[in-house]
């Protein structure tokens, strides 16, 4: 893997933030960031780029739409080191984002909270998020991803002695990412479910699973 050069860091918890990005920041990271994220990093003097800069596209639909962007998604997905994929890249400017650093909007804390209505409760299903983990997951040969606080003192520690990461950890991360995806959308789908039943005509089946018909 080569040394890495450019993060992307969008997150709700910002827990232990402010010290890792300026780690990533002394070893000559390009930061790219979101919003609130953004602006904290800013205002602890850490240089940052906004990703509709970087994009070229505005977010839009009261920040629905963040990081859905080819530039994104490309950037981590591509295979590095394959020519047809290398060649694509280069043909839309579309650089690599080697490390993504991304926890998600708080659906649980917010459903746990009493009298909470199904409206607040979907505006908190957090859509940007989870794709950029499973993008950056899935091509962890290449790309580090941290969903969790907890794993930036070992990524800071091996970027600060080597500029890059280990595939061990790479892997270990990336599976943390759909531990974690999977239980975000567990969560999702059990809360969808529960109320979604209250207004089921009775033939409705009270639980259902792919291989089954919606009546």
Known sequence: MSKIQRALISVFNKTGLIPFANILASAGVEIISTGGTAKILRENGISVIELGDYTGFPEMLDG????????????????RGNEKHEATVKQHGIPPIDLVVVNLYPFEQTIAKPNVTLAEAIENIDIGGPSMLRSAAKNHQSVTVVVDPLDYEIVADQIQKTGETTLELRRKLAAKVYARTSEYDNAITK?????FEKDQAPELPAHFGLSEPLV
């Open 191 to 195: 809360y969808l479910t529960g109320e």
């Open 64 to 79: 629905r739409v963040k990081t859905l962007h080819p530039k994104v998604h490309g950037g981590l997905l591509y295979i």
